[in-house]
């Protein structure tokens, strides 16, 4: 088969090429039979013909034969002793004449036909002893009319030809009957040889037309069948199966086909999977950030999705909430850092196009400029911008050896990423705003009243000890109506700045509203806080000499958390030693409770001058 493929597909190109010659095999075959059948029948009709030959010659020379006796009755009848009348001769001789010619006649006829060269040679001596037998029978019948002696005198001259013709004549009709047996046995052989011919050529040239026909026909479908395995093999999803038939004709153009159509299949369903690959790891990132509640959470996920994403250098670097500066926010946990120098996000390339870039060679002419002169020497690069609400505030950057960047489902992810974590940061930081907002007071930047209060519940957790301190600038209203209120605002803003800097970092100050102040100093006693109070005092005093701010002083009250059984009964005694400070003249620090009055009757009457055990300490 394959050695017929072989000698057949350079010729047989293609599967129209492969039934025309099916047809033209047929239309030969159809052809070799005819001549087939046609030489037979010809030669058949030959033999037919030279029976036909010998049966006419046998004819006349029967003919010849019976004019022979004919021509000796006419002589004999002008010898006749009784036929003397001259009208008779003359019809005796008429009859000779017609008998001779008719002799003459068949000797033609004879002389005419196509015979077997033995046969027309013995005809032929025999035609000539016919002629002169039959002018000797004229010439008698001739001369008996005029002289029957003479006639009679040349009558033993006539009767020996007779004789002698008689012979040649019957030995001619042996030969004759000879040669037209073996003509009719000839003619039926070779009637019966060419109807055997005629069906064993018929049924040798089916056979091999068949058998032909059965071969090309098995190639095309061989063919055909592997196409049909490799579109089966598609259908059940074996997209890297592909047809082998690679003829010129319409096989292997469907073949080509039926590829083709595989490598967009693969092509398309490559880019669904990648597509698909990118919303998996989109939707994860998705939810991993949706936990992360602060910088360092998302910052957390961006790290564990850099390894995940590429084995390379990776970095993210932001700008913090404040600055534009970029700093490096998160690290490739394994690979490290890229260390890019970029210092903001406006001098960055990607972010300048809002496009993430890519660098095939950091030495080549359009390369960024950071990217020269790198210790580890010439690499590839990518730089993702980081943006929240369209503004680029980062870059996610990785390097990889040269020529062989981040391929394009790495930078996919890391666009995902740069995307989300930009948006997750964006997020977080304007929720940070919003919250600092809430919690803090705008004009001197302490937490307000609200902050300061939940902040108790924390700090005072678990019954570790705190002072509560409750301040009161001292006779405001006239310092806003001497000064003015902008004046009164500076003052405000100048006493929290005093009350910044002086606290512990782990003691909490707010405005508790208009011009008074909470602080809470954590694990300290009344005893202890007062320092700190003094401390605040005298800072207040300090900066005023030097601040510009119309001099003012501050109020204390102080108590701590032995003195009341809840933060409130422990705030209302600070609130109780603030109004004693006022009452005794202002400008100092009271502790504790006043010795004589309950604590619920002095939050009831504030207004009421407190003394006796409370300390008032200037
Ligand atoms: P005292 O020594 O008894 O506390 O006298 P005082 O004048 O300070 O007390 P008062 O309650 O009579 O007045 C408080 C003043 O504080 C009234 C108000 O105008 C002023 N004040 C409150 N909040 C602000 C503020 O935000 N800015 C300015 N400039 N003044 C404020
Ligand atoms: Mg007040
Ligand atoms: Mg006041």
Redesign the pocket.
Known sequence: MDLLNRFLRPVLGSVRARLALIQALLFLSLLLISLIAWRAISDERASGTKLAQLSRAERYEMSADSMREALESDVNQALRVDLQDTEDLAKVLATAHENYTLLAADLTALADLDLPPAVGKKLAENSQIAKGYATLAVKMVTTAVHDRAQALHLYPEFTATFDALGDVNEESAALLDKEVAAAETNTIREAASAHKLIVVCSIVTVLIVCLLVALIGRSIRISLGKVRDAARALAAGNLSVRSEVASLDEVGELAGAVNKMADELQVTIGRLLADADRDAFSAKITQALEMADSEDDVYGVVSRAMEQISGHPTELLLADANQSSLKRAVTHPTAGAPSCNVESASNCAAVRRAAPVVFEDSESLDACPRLRNRTCGPISAACVPVSFMGRAFGVLHVTASIHKPPAAKQLAQLKTLGLQAGARVGAVRALARTHMHAYTDS?TGLKNRRAFEQQIDELTAGGSAYAVALT??????????TH??????E??RLFAEVLKRTIRNADVAARW???EFSILFVGASAQKASEIVHRIRAELAESLLTSGTPPFTA?FGLSDSSMGSSFGEVLRVADQALYRS?TAG?DRLSIGPAAAESLSEHASERDQASSSSAMAIR
């Open positions: 004009l009161d600038l001292d006779k405001f209203k006239s310092l806003n109506d003015g209120h902008k004046a009164g605002d003052a405000l509203g208009g011009e109020s006022k202002r």
